[in-house]
């Protein structure tokens, strides 16, 4: 019998497509290697379909609590893992990174945020629950970079108007907001005045005055969702004293926000979640709670769902390893 022989194609001359589904499989430390071997596979390896989300939400700083401003002194050691994990993902991503998730522990600084907007012009949604070490400077320089940013997950800061007229200049088709802390009239009052355009706001899990929300609920006309569920809702904010919380929405709220497509809130006795901001008096310590916790969102484009491959649990063992 006359030997047969298989032929097929090489591994380097394999179409692109078929090795990016093979690739999405590995997570960003093992793409490193691969994306070495051949033209092809660095290529396949940079591909939109594995790069489009870039999510680090299990990656923490290793940090102490302070009392002088920024009120967090973080470790040297951290700040130079987060510089080099963003080396890797940033050359191998090649500019196709649309989506960035940070972890509400991680502290990053103004380098790290240049090398990020440098690096990831196109960015259109960004997930950043700390600006501790964060500059004003630094932040308005990225956002005038992230020209196509759409949506924006950050903290609660004691001057919103500067970031907001920033937006509001740079990022035309920006539209979904998620604020996580305190929500006040002043920042009410700076969302309203510099976004009027905002179609999506969610505050959950948030302190919010009465007085705040119903100013969101008169000035904003284009605002198709609103998520207030499990927010500690206060008549103003005190001071001192005790805080002076509503249990329920009156009939005033509730009146205005029917106007608007989806109005989640939630304020039930019986809700795991609000429970757990009044043991937390409001600022919800994330870090006693699940993992997952952090990241959900009753509006469904700002939930982060679960954490993706490319940088799953075991880049983060073996990069403290």
Known sequence: MADTKFIGKRWEEMETDVLVKIFKELNMIQLAPVSRVCRSWRLACSDPFIWNTLDLGLLQ??????????????????????TRILRVAMALSRG??????????LYMKDDHLSYISEWSPHLRRLVMPAWNRITKVGICQAIRIWENLESLTMPSIAHPPYIMEEISRSCKNFSQLKVMGTFDMHFAS?????????????????????????YILNRMDNLEVLNISHCL??????????????????????????????????????CTTCKRMIEDEGLM???????WFW???????????????????????????
């Open 61 to 82: 700083s290793n940090f102490i609590q302070t009392r002088a401003s920024p009120y967090i002194w973080v470790d040297e050691r951290s700040d130079k893992r987060l």
């Open 96 to 105: 196709n990174i649309t989506s960035m998730i940070f972890h509400f522990n």
């Open 190 to 214: 700076a969302i309203a005045t510099n976004l009027q355009k905002l179609k999506v706001l969610s505050l959950r899990c948030s302190i919010i005055t009465k007085e705040a929300l119903l």
């Open 233 to 270: 809702l206060l008549e103003a904010l005190a001071t001192s004293g005790r805080k002076q919380v509503r249990s329920e929405l009156d009939q005033s709220i509730l009146q205005k926000a029917s106007r608007i497509r989806e109005f989640f809130h939630c304020q039930s006795s019986s």
């Open 285 to 291: 310590r994330w870090y006693r709670y699940e993992d």
């Open 295 to 321: 990241r959900r969102d009753e509006v469904s484009t700002l939930d982060l769902g679960d954490y993706g491959k490319l940088f799953g649990k075991n880049c983060v063992n073996s990069l403290t390893a």
